[in-house]
């Protein structure tokens, strides 16, 4: 088991560049939530998937923020345009079924310039 | 959303002694976890807790699903450098999807 995957590790891009962030999720793991890790206010939930559906994406800061999830396997959020009020680290967590923990990727680092 | 709130926000103590850390809402919770992070990484989780009073141990740590379900405990006995890192509580409601994390409490142990 690979755990959860995402890409890039750090990201550092220009004010108003589009940023796309990617997660793999464990195999078999039916929700995938997007967190976004802050000193200021710590693990905020994004958004949240179950069988690739959007299920609550009450959490997404702006309309510059978007995430898919067009099969069981890969999952994107995306910030067009970035500023530097996101910058962050952003998780990737998968779970299996409503009985279980998450399991988290490591992360990626975003700063914005 | 809610809020957990942990305690001690930081602590700092002696190889070999015992901690303890708290972890309270104002929400009844259904399951309670605990998870450890370290620098560069994801949070991982330790603990799990389903039920009311239940008590849990992983090695060296000992977590409870406190009675009035509105709180838990993580114990970590004859700590060691590697215990160094955030630990996270984080609580799931009878009615969600999702957990809510805590604040953390931040962990240096001196060798």
């Known amino acids: 088991d690979a755990g959860v995957i995402q890409s890039p590790r750090h990201e550092v891009t220009e004010m108003g560049q589009e940023v796309t962030l990617r997660c793999k999720p464990i195999s078999g793991h039916d929700y995938l939530f997007w967190y976004r890790q802050t000193m200021m206010r710590g693990l905020e939930l994004l958004i949240y998937?179950?069988?690739?559906?959007?299920?609550?994406d009450s959490g997404m800061p702006e309309d510059r923020f978007s995430a898919k999830m067009p099969n069981a396997s890969f999952s994107t959020l995306k910030i067009q345009p970035s500023e530097p009020r996101d910058s962050a680290v952003y998780f990737c967590?998968?779970?299996?079924?409503?009985?279980?923990?998450?399991?988290f990727g490591s992360g990626t680092r975003l700063t914005v310039v | 959303g809610q809020q957990l709130n942990q305690s001690p926000q930081s602590m700092f103590i002696q190889e070999g002694e015992d901690v303890s850390m708290n972890c309270t809402s104002s929400s009844i919770f259904n399951t309670w976890l605990w998870y450890k992070q370290e620098p560069g990484e994801g949070p991982v989780l330790l603990i799990a807790l389903y039920k009311a009073g239940e008590l849990t141990s992983n090695g060296r740590l000992t977590a409870q699903f406190g009675i009035t379900r509105k709180d838990s405990f993580l114990n970590i006995s004859a700590s060691i450098p590697s215990d160094v890192g955030i630990y996270f509580c984080?609580?799931?409601?009878?009615?969600?999807?999702?957990?809510?994390f805590g604040t953390g409490t931040s962990l240096t142990v001196i060798p």
């Open positions: 984080a609580g799931q409601l009878n009615t969600g999807n999702q957990f809510y």
């Open positions: 967590a998968s779970r299996r079924g409503l009985g279980y923990g998450y399991t």
């Open positions: 998937f179950n069988n690739n559906v959007p299920i609550d």
